[in-house]
């Protein structure tokens, strides 16, 4: 037997500026979970190499996620905070998983898609297998919830799918390793396996935060127009024009939320106003339905500098001493890799890799 034990496990790439969706979507929810669950939180260095190569400052971008991890609320103590190249069983995980998963599936995903654009042939071999290191990265803790915006949603029913192909595939091999234990699969049902089935988290109002130039795009790391998003480094004066900027369309708030339909930029700016305010779409309606959007974005953006503003000053303090950053990418490699070698002990034994 070997117990699977429930634990959160997520990732953020160290690419560009952090934005209001990664908070919103990601990083608030990391830190609520630390009430309830273990936690492991990883800035994914060995993904960001998949798109672009080359990086200016990796190691900076690397500690100023950590940073924004660590000023949001995230307790490197209590759970584990580190870098993903540090633990080498993600990748050697991932090899395996290389050959768990097929070509077609890969070839299925959105956002693979989405980053190779036209010229697939072109695009660097990582980033196709950029979801079997994803896999890796869940399945080397067995981590059973995966909190993540709206956009992760396919790559964790592909880390599922691995999952359930290793412990289909190698079902007799687990259960001669002594090694299988009863997973989970939804409406009371189990099988016996090794990998769990990871749970996605993706709940609340602002799972998928919207470009605030263009409704229909997300708000992106990588979109060229700065304006396009908030950064987590903004000050008050650019999160201010950013707001103002921001794209609406003539007509007045509605009531309800059923008249946001059809109004992309406007139920975005609602659904993010809801999130940093911790209250229903409904309940920004009630106060503001009938009100223009010059009376509107004045209370968004004052809204955003204020949830915003005290996590952008400590982001500030931390990255003024990077050692004790690194002092803490440290230790979080270290008990984040203990977990993980007992993991590849597991799988090698399985598979049947000798040592
Ligand atoms: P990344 O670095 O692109 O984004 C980090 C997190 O932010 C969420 N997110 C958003 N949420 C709401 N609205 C948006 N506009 C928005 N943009 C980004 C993402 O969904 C994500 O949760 N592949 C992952 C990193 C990763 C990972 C993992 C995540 C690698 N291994 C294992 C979970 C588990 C990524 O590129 O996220």
């Given amino acids: 037997m070997s117990d699977i034990t429930p634990r959160v496990f997520s990732g953020v790439q160290p690419t560009g500026n952090l934005h209001l969706g990664n908070y919103l979507g990601a990083i608030r929810k990391f830190v609520a979970l630390q009430e309830s669950h273990d936690c492991i939180y990883c800035v994914v260095d060995l993904h960001s190499i998949t798109a672009q190569l080359v990086h200016e400052d990796l190691p900076g971008q690397t500690r100023s996620i950590t940073a924004a991890f660590l000023a949001a609320g995230i307790d490197p103590k209590r759970h584990i905070v580190f870098n993903q190249s540090r633990v080498s069983a993600h990748a050697e995980l991932a090899w395996i998983f290389n050959?768990?998963?097929?070509?077609?599936?890969m070839n299925r995903m959105t956002q693979f898609k989405d980053k190779a654009g036209k010229d697939r042939e072109n695009a660097s071999l990582g980033l196709l297998a950029y979801p079997s290191l994803m896999a890796a990265d869940i399945l080397a803790y067995r981590a059973t919830h995966v909190p993540v915006g709206d956009d992760q949603k396919q790559h964790l029913e592909l880390t599922?799918?691995?999952?359930?192909?290793?412990?289909?595939?190698?079902?007799?091999?687990?259960?001669?390793?002594?090694?299988?234990?009863?997973?989970?699969?939804?409406?009371?049902?189990t099988v016996e396996g090794y990998f769990p089935m990871t749970e996605p988290l993706i709940e609340g109002p602002a799972t998928r935060v919207m470009s605030l130039?263009?409704?229909?795009?997300?708000?992106?790391?990588?979109?060229?127009?700065?304006?396009?998003?908030?950064?987590?480094?903004?000050?008050?004066?650019?999160?201010?024009?950013?707001?103002?900027?921001?794209?609406?369309?003539?007509?007045?708030?509605?009531?309800?939320?059923?008249?946001?339909?059809?109004?992309?930029?406007?139920?975005?700016?609602?659904?993010i106003f809801a999130a940093l305010a911790e209250r229903s779409k409904a309940e920004v309606l009630t106060d503001f339905?009938?009100?223009?959007?010059?009376?509107?974005?004045?209370?968004?953006?004052?809204?955003?500098?204020?949830?915003?503003?005290p996590i952008t000053g400590e982001m500030r303090r931390l990255?003024?001493?990077?050692?004790?950053?690194?002092?803490?990418?440290?230790?979080?490699?270290?008990?984040?890799?203990?977990?993980?070698?007992?993991?590849?002990a597991d799988v090698k034994q399985i598979v049947g890799f000798l040592g």
């Fill in 99 to 105: 050959c768990v998963a097929r070509i077609g599936w």
């Fill in 160 to 189: 599922r799918d691995i999952a359930a192909k290793f412990n289909n595939d190698f079902a007799q091999k687990i259960a001669e390793a002594g090694l299988s234990t009863p997973i989970p699969m939804g409406e009371g049902q």
């Fill in 213 to 271: 130039k263009d409704g229909s795009k997300k708000m992106s790391k990588s979109d060229p127009s700065d304006l396009s998003r908030i950064n987590l480094t903004d000050d008050a004066d650019a999160i201010a024009r950013k707001v103002k900027k921001a794209k609406t369309d003539p007509d007045a708030l509605p009531s309800e939320v059923a008249g946001l339909a059809g109004r992309p930029e406007a139920d975005n700016l609602v659904g």
């Fill in 289 to 309: 339905g009938g009100r223009a959007f010059s009376e509107f974005k004045p209370a968004l953006a004052d809204l955003a500098v204020q949830v915003l503003s």
């Fill in 319 to 344: 990255l003024d001493d990077p050692g004790h950053i690194d002092a803490v990418l440290k230790d979080g490699g270290e008990r984040a890799g203990a977990i993980a070698a007992k993991t590849m």
